[in-house]
Nanobody, 123 residues
Framework: QVQLVESGGGLVQAGGSLRLSCAAS????????MGWFRQAPGKEREFVAA????????YYTDSVKGRFDISRDYIKNVAYLQMNSLKPEDTAVYYC????????????????WGQGTQVTVSS
């Protein structure tokens, strides 16, 4: 089992920044690829970013490329999502997730999920 707890969400004006954190506990953090997803009201959950277990590769959905940065700290067992130049369309509940399989974009590939943190971007 892996337990994931997100933090760092909140209300920010358009153009602002937030950093989301995902604290992991339980089984070996380094064994899992880590991903961030988001879900806006009335919409399906969508992939945002992922980082491989070795940190060798990162992946982003097109709409956040150049604005968001995913990273991980193996000592603290935390995954981060730095979000810059935020837009109102980034408003959603953000979830972190852990996957043993190498299928980064598909939410069904992820084995463990956090409870989510709300991000609201005002115009």
């Amino acid at each position: 089992q892996v337990q994931l707890v997100e933090s760092g969400g909140g209300l920010v004006q358009a153009g602002g920044s937030l950093r989301l954190s995902c604290a992991a506990s339980g089984r070996t953090f380094s064994a899992y690829n880590m991903g961030w997803f988001r879900q806006a009201p009335g919409k399906e959950r969508e992939f945002v970013a992922a980082i491989t277990r070795s940190r060798s590769m990162t992946y982003y959905t097109d709409s956040v490329k150049g604005r968001f940065d995913i990273s991980r700290d193996y000592i603290k067992n935390v995954a981060y999502l730095q979000m810059n130049s935020l837009k109102p369309e980034d408003t959603a509940v953000y979830y972190c997730a852990a996957a043993f399989r190498d299928d980064y974009v598909n939410h069904r590939a992820y084995d463990y999920w956090g409870q989510g943190t709300q991000v609201t971007v005002s115009s």
